[in-house]
């Protein structure tokens, strides 16, 4: 008979990945209770550190890491690299700057002018490598008092008016909300019967440290070949991909097995001496047809899986997490407007549709065809030029996203730009309490008329920045999202009704 922990959390989170961990901050963040339940008994592995712990961060969650104070610890915590990464991201000369299907792009063609509703500078990308970013989330969440409890995977789950009762290592776990973080082969997922449903894969990928009897056989970079794709770094790091039908993933890869598809897909002489380390992943592009079912919510890979190319996978879970967490505490705390909660899935499951979308295109390049080769040939032309570097970093890094808010301002629906004041302090800084913020720039006019429970619920700034995109006023969402904007003197009601819609009436207030 399982043991019932006799607690009752607000929000039961299956799965302590990067996304878990940052919900669980994002949920404390705002008060509500977090009990975080994972099956694995250690956090680190192998596979989460340098090379194949290595993960681009795009600039949405680079913002969203600078909101929430993280991003100096994790730079701090990452191994350092050759490049300028060090320095502050905003003052990063990188080049080069991403690539689409391994073309790359460069910095110093991208025209940045043609994000106009990006302050200058304000883009770029950094790595850093899991273990440090799991490393930096795990601290914080429970430093704000989330409890995580490892070796204890979820099982299956009941649900009722009042909530949920989870069943997680032979342990009962009661909870208004269950949300699954727990990966691509999500068993929260599965047990709230939710479909998962998309296209199968092509190939299988393997990444492999290896030693090889003679490492001259084989050239350094990234290679198309007949048979497939494979990258060498000298003396022993290999990603390769054979178009199998993904046929081999999941196998536990052996020596003779990486060395047979190296031989196939590079057609070089080429001998392992022994296998350190290898892991398999596939082009397999699935998304969850919902988000939420009830009281089940689902981010990260439960939500979306497809191929690692171009890195977005874990960037796409943490703007999941980034976007539920303070809609579904305010939904706890009951100061939520109506359907607040269901504008998760409605800004993000687009969002995620794009991205399986983009890599399958990546995929139909680097199939071993004459087709594809010409498309390679069409798209390496495309991304030398400065439109076409452009056009790719802004897919890439993420600069282009934009939720569909129905509000007329173009800056609406956008990562809010980070405004610098005459103080000194940012935008992202005001953001750090994971509260809404509302920027008058009309010399404190709002302020006079607005509701003193507002001014409790959310902050307030009210000096003018240096560069100020021509706006007298916006009110940016705790995510960092800009929910409304107006470049002439606001009027008091225009104010007060949008902060109504993002946070509900001030008498709900709890
Ligand atoms: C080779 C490779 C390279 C990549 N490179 C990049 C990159 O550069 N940039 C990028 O953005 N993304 C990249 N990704 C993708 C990225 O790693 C994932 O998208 C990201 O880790 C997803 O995070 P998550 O928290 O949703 O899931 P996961 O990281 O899979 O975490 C899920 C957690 O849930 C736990 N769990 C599983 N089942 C249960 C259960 N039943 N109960 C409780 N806990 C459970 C697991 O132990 C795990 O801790 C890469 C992926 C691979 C394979």
New binding site residues.
Partial sequence: MPTLDTAFYDVII?????????LAGELRLAGVSVLM????EH?NTA?KSLP?G?????VP?IESLDRRDLLDEIQERSPRRETPANAHWMQQKCAPGGHFAGIPFFCDQIDTAQWPYRLPGAVGSM?AD?ASI?AVLARRATRLGATIRRS????TFEESDAGVIVR?GGEMFAGRWLVG????????RKAAGVAFTGTNPEFT?Y?AQVVLADPSVLTPGRHYTPAGMYNYAAPGTI?MVDFDGGVSHRIIPSRDHIEAVLRKVSSADVSIISLEIA?T?TDRAYQATMYRRNRVLL?????H?HS?L?????????G?AMNLGWKLAATIRGDAPDALLDTYASERQPVGAQILDWSRAQVALMRPSASSRALEAIVRDVIATGDGATYFAERVWGVGLRYDLGESHPLAGRSAPDFEFADGSRVNEHLRAGRGLLLDFSAGSVLQWLPGEWVDRIAYVSTTPHERMGIQAALIRPDGIIAWACEEAPSCAEVQEVMRRWFGAPENSA
Avoid at 54 to 58: A, E, N, V
């Fill in positions: 299956a799965g302590a990945g990067p996304v878990g961990l940052f339940l994972e099956q694995a956090p596979l194949f290595l993960r681009g961060l795009s969650t790595a899991m799991e204890c995977g979820f099982e997680a973080c727990d990966g691509g082969r999500s068993a929260v990928g990444s990603a892991t992943w981010a990260g890979d439960a939500a899986v690692p171009g890195g977005q996978g874990l960037n796409l879970g943490l999941d």
